[in-house]
């Protein structure tokens, strides 16, 4: 019975979710990849000074 009761919940609170237009969900993919992209390349020169630094303790 509580099954029920979920999937009736679940139903109710799908017919209130507002889901983004094709504008929005562009703009969100978006600023997800930049974000993706401005970290990794952050973080491929981190590794990169760490290593050279490294170098230099071996």
Known sequence: MRLWKFLKNVVNE???VTWPNAKQTRTDTSTVLGTSIIM???????DFIV????????
Do not use: P, T
């Open 14 to 16: 799908m017919k209130v």
């Open 40 to 46: 990794a390349i952050f973080l491929g020169i981190i």
């Open 51 to 58: 290593q050279w630094g490294l170098k230099f303790l071996a």
